[in-house]
């Protein structure tokens, strides 16, 4: 479950708008950086959703101090359901997880730890495919809010995210 939550969480948090598969769209109405200092930063980042349920990124991603640590503390709500909370230890969690390595390296991202200082970027030559999620989209259809403290032995990372999933 945890995986599942956490590979939906990557994959929207990065969603700005698109036409989902199974006939429905996800609109990101705001991602931000909500910590002065995060050691990891989203920088114009739009993700496409094709008919084929193709997740396709583009965009860039600075992380601005190195970090050997990643321990997550995230809050999704969506009314009228209660908030789901839960931590994560990041660096433990793609350890060995065939799924979490795809979908980061997917993203470009560092897929174990210790991660360097470094700017990523992606140009939409990388897909992930989600179909495999796509008849569990209708309970998502709402609006999300999610909100994730990431805590670095080299700093904090915090995000905010705003979006919605709706059957068109």
């Known amino acids: 479950m945890i995986t599942i939550t956490l590979s939906i969480l990557l994959l929207t948090t990065c969603v700005k708008y698109s036409l989902a598969c199974n006939g429905y769209t996800i609109k990101v109405n705001d991602i931000k950086n909500c910590g002065?200092?995060?050691v990891i930063q989203i920088e114009n980042f739009d993700v496409q959703?094709?008919?084929n349920c193709n997740v396709i990124p583009k965009g860039c991603v600075t992380i601005?101090?190195?970090?050997?640590t990643a321990n997550v503390h995230y809050i999704i709500t969506k009314p009228p359901m209660p908030a789901?909370?839960?931590n994560a230890d990041i660096c433990k969690l793609v350890e060995g997880?065939?799924?979490a390595i795809d979908i980061l390296s997917s993203f470009a991202l560092p897929n174990r730890c210790p991660v360097s200082a470094q700017k990523v970027c992606v140009n939409g030559n990388k897909k992930?495919?989600?179909g495999r999620y796509k008849n569990q989209l209708g309970y998502f259809a709402g609006n999300i809010k999610i909100k994730t403290d990431t805590k670095h032995d080299s700093g904090s990372t915090c995000t905010e995210i705003d979006l919605t999933?709706?059957?068109h």
Not at 64 to 68: L, Q
């Open 64 to 68: 601005t101090k190195p970090f050997k």
């Open 97 to 99: 997880n065939k799924s």
């Open 49 to 51: 959703l094709d008919n």
């Open 128 to 130: 992930i495919n989600i």
């Open 36 to 38: 002065k200092n995060n």
């Open 84 to 86: 789901l909370t839960g």
């Open 165 to 167: 999933i709706a059957r």
